[in-house]
């Protein structure tokens, strides 16, 4: 399983070499892992650009221009996309936001989550639900949302300018 995910990661990164694309990260329910996979990674210093872990949601709102909404939906992941592409500088950017557990937050029950991505086409939001203790849904939100970065990757190549 360690291999199997190496090999995720290593293709990731290839892809995203390949691309020419800059990436960033925000992220919440994950707490920086998203990051520490991807500055693993070979050659992340050609193409990783920074992240931001904002837990509390008055940093969410203060740093990544959250608007006042609930800081498990949409419109949250989305904004916290936008702002850290934008902060970062990068081509592409991820957020995560949610729901670990094992108690409800604002309305959303354990393992709602909300990721999104960023590029200079738009901002598109994805809602997961995962089952599982905290630790499972966040192991789970770090995959998807790596798997949301490596499709964006691969298939819309950065525009110009």
Same mark, same amino acid.
């Given at each position: 399983?360690?291999?199997?995910?190496?090999?995720?990661?290593? $293709?990731?990164? %290839?892809?995203?070499?390949?691309?020419?694309?800059?990436?960033?990260?925000? $992220?919440?329910?994950?707490?920086?892992?998203?990051?520490?996979?991807?500055?693993? /990674?070979?050659? /992340?210093?050609?193409?990783?650009? @920074?992240?931001? =872990?904002?837990?509390?949601?008055?940093?969410?709102?203060?740093?990544?221009?959250?608007?006042?909404?609930?800081?498990?939906?949409? %419109?949250?992941?989305? /904004?916290?996309?936008?702002? =850290?592409?934008s902060?970062?500088? *990068?081509?592409?950017?991820?957020?995560?936001?949610?729901? &670990? &557990?094992?108690?409800?937050?604002d @309305? *959303?029950?354990?393992?709602?989550?909300?990721?999104?991505?960023?590029?200079?086409d738009?901002?598109?939001?994805?809602?997961e %639900?995962?089952?599982? $203790? !905290?630790?499972?849904?966040?192991?789970?939100?770090v995959?998807?949302?790596? $798997?949301?970065?490596?499709?964006?990757?691969?298939?819309?190549? !950065?525009?110009?300018?």
């Amino acid at each position: 399983m360690a291999d199997d995910k190496r090999s995720r990661d290593s $293709e990731l990164a %290839e892809a995203i070499g390949a691309s020419g694309w800059t990436v960033a990260v925000a $992220e919440s329910l994950t707490s920086g892992k998203i990051a520490a996979t991807l500055g693993a /990674a070979p050659a /992340a210093g050609e193409w990783f650009r @920074g992240g931001v =872990v904002a837990y509390a949601t008055e940093v969410k709102r203060r740093v990544l221009g959250m608007p006042d909404c609930s800081p498990v939906c949409a %419109e949250a992941a989305r /904004a916290m996309a936008a702002g =850290v592409r934008s902060m970062m500088r *990068a081509d592409i950017a991820v957020a995560v936001t949610g729901v &670990g &557990g094992p108690d409800s937050q604002d @309305g *959303a029950k354990p393992g709602s989550v909300w990721l999104a991505i960023a590029t200079p086409d738009g901002t598109r939001a994805v809602y997961e %639900e995962f089952a599982g $203790e !905290p630790v499972d849904v966040v192991h789970r939100t770090v995959r998807r949302a790596l $798997e949301l970065l490596h499709h964006d990757v691969t298939h819309s190549p !950065p525009t110009s300018g």
